[in-house]
């Protein structure tokens, strides 16, 4: 992800066939990369709501009208994943959208304070 002038990845070590047929039928694939290693692209103004932590590929709230990335992380500040109010990664959605697709979205009690934070995304597959 690119943010202001910096730049920054991380490595999926995910075999497939390619992109496409791990995201295309929108079933959920898990990552277990962790919230640290998602926050590390945003950097020290990354922030996450402490709850859910659900991550990878497809990644949608319970409650469909809330968080979704089709690869990145969710956070919640419930018990649970079914009102995601934070998000980092790529292809984001739902509520509190803001026309933010790629980057960190996070409110109602994320760890580091309300955000909306937008990123140029890069996805480079080997």
């Not at 039928?25 to 919230?35: A, I, M, V």
Request: charged share 20%; aromatic share 8%.
């Amino acid at each position: 992800m690119k943010i202001n002038d910096q730049t920054k990845f991380i490595v999926i070590n995910r075999q497939s066939n390619s992109l496409y047929s791990l995201i295309a039928d929108g079933q959920y694939r898990s990552t277990s990369l962790g919230r640290g290693t998602w926050k590390s692209l945003i950097g020290s103004e990354a922030s996450l709501q402490s709850n859910c932590n659900k991550e990878g590929f497809n990644v949608e709230s319970d409650m469909p009208s809330y968080g979704k990335v089709r690869i990145g992380i969710l956070g919640d500040d419930r018990p649970g994943c079914s009102t995601c109010d934070s998000r980092i990664g790529f292809g984001t959605g739902g509520r509190h959208d803001y026309n933010n697709t790629c980057g960190n979205e996070a409110w109602n009690g994320a760890d580091n304070g309300n955000k909306h934070i937008k990123a140029m995304g890069y996805i480079l597959v080997q």
